[in-house]
C-alpha cells in the first residue's frame, strides 16, 4: 500500500512503477474516485480500456479502483457488479487498485451501517478484498492461486 | 486385530462401534501428523484473530441472536428469497431432499447442455453428493479450491468443514499428484502444487458452461449472497461462466444483508484466524455485467437458479433438544479447539460430510439415520468448543443428548441388569454396562472404600483387569488409583471437631464432590485446611453423586435424578445461602453449565449464582482482605522450589478463570508456566475406555511437550493440575507426581 497524490500523473507513475514494465495493463473505468485519475494512464501505450477475451486470458496486471477502504482488515471494496471490474481486479497476476483516502472505513460493519445515509458508497456487488488469493491447501500458506498474486493499494491521500 | 482400511471411504459411515474403532486406527496410524499440524495451527490463529476484535463477545451475541430469529422466521424468510430471486430475475428452487435438488441441478444443467461444471467448496453439494449425480447425467464436474481438488483426485470424504483436505500432508499431495496426473512438472513445494493445479483449473474455469457454489449466507430481502474465500476460485466461478447455480442450505437465510456484518468478521476469525479472508464477496447474482466470451460460443446471457434445501433441516428444526445445531456457521472453530479432533481429524472423529462435535447432530439430521451419530462417543464433553463457538452453539450437550437417544436403540442387557442390582441403583434408562458403571462412579467407589484393601488386593489378582476391560472396557493398560479406607466425610468428620476456628471469616460450604471423596481423600482435607487457615468458616457436606458421571455416558435420566437429589439437599443443608464450593472442575461445570437443562429453572440459577471454584474463591477472598496473604502460605515451605507448570482443567476454562489461580500463586511468589493444550485427554472416563485408550494418549503428547520445553528452557517445574482425571494423565505420561492447587497450598502452611 502507499499513498498518492491527487493527480492523473502521480496515479499513472505509480501504476507504471508496480508494473514494472508488464503489458498490458487493463483498466476498468472508475466510478468511486474521478474518470480523471486514469486519464493519463490511458493514455500509455497497451494499456487497455477494452479488453477482448484473449486480453483477460494474458494480461499481467489489472487496475481497478474501490469504493471503500476498511481500516481494520486492510480491505478494499471493489464494485463487481458494474462494467469490468469484475474481471480487472480478478484474472490478471497483479491486482492495482486506487482508493480514495475519504471512504475510509474502520471496520466492515460500518459499510453495512452507512447504507441509509451514504448511497452510494455501499454498493449492490462488490468483493472485500483483503490481500492476493491464497491457500493453504497445498502444505505452507502460498500466495497466488487463482486470482491476483499480488494486491497493490495505491490511496489518494 | 480389525482389517486393515485402504480408503478413507470405507471408513466414512459409522453405523457400528466396530466402524467407530477401525476409523480411529486409521486416523491415528495415517492422518494425525498432518491434522495436528493444520488444525494447531489454525487453532493458534483464531486465539489471536479473535483476541483482536474489539468486541467479540458483542458480536457473538448478536450473531447467536441474528440465528435465533432468522430459524424461527424460517418459513417466511424462503417465501421471501423466493420473490427476491425471482425479483432479480434469477430462479428460485426448494429442495426437500437430496434427491430433489440433485435432480433439479441435473436438469437446469441438461437444459443449458452442459458438458462441464466448475464447483467452489460446498459441503451441502456433498451432503447430497451432487458430484456423483452430475456426472452421472454425463456432466464433468471440476473441483476448484484446492482442498476438494486434491480430494476429487484422491476420491476420499472431507476431514474438516473448512480445511476438507487438512489431513494431507505437502509430501502426500506430491506423492498423489505424481500418480494421479502421471506428470513430471516440478511438484516439490507448496508453490509448485499451486501452480500445477492453477494452471490446470484455469482453463476449465474459462471453458466451463456451469458454475456452482454453497453460500455462507443468504439475504431474504434482496437475494444477496454472502461467499467468504481466499483462492478466488469462488469468485471466478460465479463470472467466469454463464450459468450459476447456488445450493445453500434454509438455515443460512438471514433478513437482510445488513445481518451478513457481524459474521463477516466472526467467519474469518474464527475460521482461518484472519482479520478477513482474502475475498468476501457480497452480491446478488446474476450479476449485471456482460458474460465475456471465453468459451468461444457466441454471446451468452447470465442465468442465476438458488437451490434451498431442507434435507432434514426441518426436521431438525422442530427437535427442540438439537435444533442450536442449524445455528452453525460452519467456521471449524469447533473442530480446531477440540483435543480429540486434533489427532484424529474428520476421518476419524466425523462422518461422510460433517466432522467432529458438531458434526455428529448433522450428519444423523440429514441423513436421517441416528446411528451415523455414533462418532458422537469422541466427544468427552470438555465443552473447549462451546466457548469457541462464534453463535455459542453447546455442541458438547448435542452429543449427550444423542448419546441418550443412541443408548436407548438397544435394549439394557443382562450385564447391565445384574450391575445395576450389585451396585443397588434403580435402572432407569438404557445403556451399556460400561456406562453403568461409570455413571455410577460413586457406588463402584463406595464399594471399593468400605472393602478396601480387600478391593485393592482384589485388582491386583491376575486375570481381574482382563475382566475389567472385557465386562466394562476398562483398559488394562491404564493405572487405577488404589481406593482409600476412608472417604473425605469420614477424615474430615473427624478432623472438623479438633479445629476450632482462630477468625471470624465468612461460612462456606464445601462439596464433599464423589471424585474427590473417594478418589482424593487427602486433597478434600488439604483444601479445608487452606481455607480455614486463611480464616474461613467451612462445613462440608454429604457425598452425593452430582450426575456429571452419568451425564457423559449420555444417562440423562440418570444424571438429573442425581442431580435433583444434590439440589435438594444442598437447599435443605444450605438455608442461609452460603457460598457452596467445589475442589473439582468438573462437578463445578456440571452445575454451572449443566444444571439448568436438568433442573427448575429456579433450582438451578439459586446454585448458579451461590457456587464457585474453591481455589478461586480462596485467590478473591485473601486479595480483597487486608494483609499479605504469604503470611499465611509461606512459599519457603516449599522445598521443590518456585517453578511451576500449570495445565487447568478444561471445563474449568469454560465456566471460571484459571488465572485468578494463576496470579494467586504468582503473588506468592511462584512463577508459572501454564499449558496451552485444550484437554490432557483424560476427560473423566474417556481416556479408561479401551476404544478410546489410544486417542487419549496421542492427545496427552502435547501437554508433555510443552511441559518437557518448560522444564529444558527453565529447569525442574513442580507440575500442578486442577482436575482428578487431569492428574492421573499427568502422572501416567510424565512418571512424575502432579498437585492440585490446593495441596501445593497446603505444603505452604
Not at chain 2, 121 to 136: C, D, F, P, V
Not at chain 2, 305 to 330: K, P
Not at chain 2, 527 to 533: K, Y
Not at chain 2, 558 to 570: C, F, K, M, V, W
Amino acid at each position: 500500500m502507499e499513498v498518492v497524490g491527487r493527480s492523473p500523473e502521480a496515479v499513472r507513475d505509480a501504476v507504471l512503477t508496480k508494473s514494472s514494465g508488464k503489458r498490458p495493463i487493463l483498466i476498468a473505468e472508475p466510478r468511486y474516485i474521478s474518470p480523471d485519475y486514469f486519464r493519463s494512464l490511458q493514455s500509455v501505450e497497451r494499456v487497455l480500456s477494452h479488453p477482448r477475451p484473449d486480453d483477460y486470458r494474458s494480461a499481467p496486471v489489472g487496475v481497478t479502483d474501490a469504493f471503500a477502504a476498511v481500516a481494520r482488515t486492510g480491505s478494499v471494496c471493489v464494485d463487481i457488479g458494474a462494467d469490468i471490474a469484475g474481471y480487472v481486479s480478478l484474472l490478471p497476476r497483479l491486482h492495482i487498485v486506487v482508493v480514495d483516502i475519504k471512504k475510509l472505513v474502520f471496520r466492515p460493519s460500518d459499510l453495512f451501517q452507512l447504507e441509509p445515509f451514504a448511497r452510494p458508497t455501499f454498493q449492490e456487488d462488490f468483493v472485500f478484498i483483503s490481500g492476493p488469493s491464497a491457500t493453504a491447501d497445498m502444505g505452507p500458506l502460498v500466495r497466488g492461486v487463482h486470482g491476483p498474486h499480488e494486491l497493490h493499494i495505491l490511496v489518494l491521500g | 486385530m480389525p482389517k486393515q482400511v485402504k480408503s478413507p471411504r470405507e471408513i466414512a459411515a459409522k453405523e457400528t462401534k466396530e466402524i467407530l474403532r477401525r476409523a480411529i486406527r486409521f486416523a491415528l496410524e495415517t492422518e494425525s501428523a498432518a491434522v495436528r499440524h493444520n488444525t494447531r495451527t489454525f487453532n493458534r490463529s483464531r486465539y489471536r484473530a479473535t483476541g483482536s476484535l474489539p468486541d467479540y463477545d458483542a458480536l457473538k451475541d448478536e450473531a447467536r441472536r441474528i440465528k435465533e430469529h432468522s430459524l424461527a422466521n424460517r418459513k417466511a424468510l424462503i417465501q421471501q428469497l423466493s420473490e427476491s430471486v425471482t425479483r432479480n430475475g434469477g430462479h428460485f428452487f426448494f429442495a426437500r431432499d437430496a434427491r430433489e435438488a440433485c435432480q433439479y441441478v441435473q436438469e437446469v444443467c441438461k437444459r443449458h447442455q452442459v458438458r462441464s461444471m466448475v464447483k467452489g467448496k460446498s459441503m451441502t453439494s456433498e451432503e447430497i453428493h451432487l458430484n456423483t449425480a452430475l456426472e452421472r447425467a454425463g456432466i464433468r464436474v471440476v473441483e476448484t479450491d484446492l482442498a476438494e481438488f486434491i480430494l476429487q483426485a484422491a476420491d476420499e470424504q472431507p476431514s474438516h468443514i473448512v480445511g476438507p483436505a487438512i489431513h494431507y500432508s505437502r509430501e502426500r499431495i506430491t506423492a498423489l499428484f505424481r500418480r494421479k496426473f502421471q506428470t513430471d512438472l516440478p511438484l516439490d513445494t507448496g508453490e509448485d502444487l499451486t501452480r500445477f493445479a492453477r494452471e490446470r483449473l484455469r482453463s476449465d474455469f474459462l471453458a466451463a458452461d456451469a458454475g456452482f457454489t454453497g453460500a455462507n449466507l443468504v439475504s431474504a430481502e434482496c437475494g444477496s449472497l454472502l461467499l467468504v474465500e481466499s483462492e478466488a476460485n469462488i469468485r471466478l466461478t460465479c463470472i467466469a461462466p454463464p450459468l450459476h447455480i447456488a445450493l445453500t442450505g434454509l438455515e443460512k437465510i438471514v433478513p437482510s444483508r445488513r445481518e451478513f456484518a457481524p459474521f463477516i468478521e466472526l467467519l474469518a476469525a474464527s475460521g482461518t484466524g484472519q482479520p478477513l479472508t482474502s475475498y468476501t464477496s457480497v452480491f446478488r447474482p446474476p450479476l449485471p455485467v456482460p458474460v465475456v466470451d471465453f468459451r468461444g460460443a457466441g454471446p451468452a446471457t447470465r442465468e442465476f437458479h438458488m437451490v434451498i434445501l431442507d434435507n432434514g433441516r426441518e426436521a431438525l428444526a422442530q427437535d427442540a433438544r438439537l435444533s442450536e445445531a442449524l445455528y452453525c456457521i460452519r467456521c471449524s472453530a469447533c473442530l480446531n479447539s477440540c483435543a480429540n479432533f486434533q489427532v484424529l481429524g474428520g476421518h476419524g472423529f466425523g462422518g461422510a460430510t460433517y466432522s467432529g462435535g458438531i458434526g455428529a447432530t448433522w450428519e444423523a439430521a440429514t441423513t436421517g439415520q441416528l446411528k451415523l451419530a455414533r462418532f458422537s462417543d469422541l466427544c468427552t464433553g470438555c465443552s473447549r468448543c462451546v466457548t469457541q463457538c462464534p453463535v455459542r452453539i453447546d455442541i458438547s450437550g448435542l452429543n449427550v443428548e444423542l448419546r441418550s437417544r443412541l443408548n436407548h436403540l438397544a435394549p439394557l442387557s443382562l450385564t447391565a441388569r445384574v450391575l445395576h442390582l450389585l451396585l443397588g441403583v434403580p435402572s432407569v434408562e438404557d445403556a451399556s454396562s460400561q456406562q453403568v458403571f461409570f455413571a455410577h462412579y460413586d457406588r463402584v467407589a463406595h464399594w471399593g472404600t468400605v472393602s478396601a484393601p480387600v478391593s485393592n488386593f482384589a485388582i491386583k489378582i491376575p486375570g481381574a483387569r482382563w475382566f475389567l476391560e472385557k465386562s466394562f472396557g476398562i483398559d488394562r493398560r491404564r493405572h487405577l488409583a488404589p481406593f482409600p479406607k476412608k472417604t473425605w466425610v469420614d477424615v474430615a468428620g473427624n478432623e472438623s471437631t479438633a479445629k476450632t476456628e482462630t477468625r471470624q471469616g465468612p461460612e462456606v460450604l464445601v462439596l464433599a464432590d464423589v471424585f474427590t471423596n473417594y478418589g482424593a481423600p487427602q486433597r478434600g482435607l488439604d483444601a479445608i485446611r487452606c481455607l480455614r487457615a486463611a480464616g474461613v468458616r467451612v462445613r462440608l457436606t454429604k457425598s452425593l453423586p452430582d450426575g456429571r458421571a452419568a451425564l457423559s455416558q449420555g444417562m440423562l435420566e440418570t444424571a438429573r435424578i442425581q442431580a435433583q437429589a444434590l439440589s435438594d439437599y444442598l437447599v435443605s443443608e444450605n438455608a442461609a445461602g452460603q457460598r457452596l464450593l467445589v475442589v473439582e472442575p468438573s462437578v463445578l461445570a456440571m452445575i454451572l453449565r449443566e444444571y439448568h437443562n436438568l433442573l427448575s429453572a429456579e433450582a438451578s440459577a439459586q446454585l448458579q449464582n451461590s457456587t464457585s471454584d474453591l481455589v478461586e474463591f480462596l485467590s478473591r477472598y485473601l486479595a480483597g482482605e487486608a494483609g499479605d496473604p504469604r503470611v499465611i502460605f509461606d512459599i519457603r515451605k516449599f522445598s521443590p522450589g518456585p517453578k511451576i507448570f500449570y495445565h487447568a482443567h478444561c471445563q474449568q476454562r469454560a465456566v471460571s478463570d484459571p488465572s485468578i489461580t494463576v496470579e494467586f500463586l504468582q503473588r506468592l511468589g511462584f512463577q508459572v508456566t501454564c499449558s496451552q493444550v485444550e484437554c490432557c485427554g483424560m476427560a473423566g472416563s474417556f481416556g479408561y475406555k479401551k476404544d478410546f485408550y489410544d486417542v487419549s494418549q496421542a492427545v496427552s503428547e502435547e501437554l508433555v511437550e510443552q511441559w518437557e520445553a518448560a522444564e529444558s528452557a527453565n529447569g525442574a517445574h513442580t507440575l500442578l493440575a486442577s482436575g482428578i482425571s487431569c492428574i492421573e494423565q499427568l502422572q501416567g505420561a510424565t512418571g512424575r507426581p502432579v498437585l492440585h492447587p490446593v495441596e501445593l497450598l497446603a505444603r505452604l502452611l
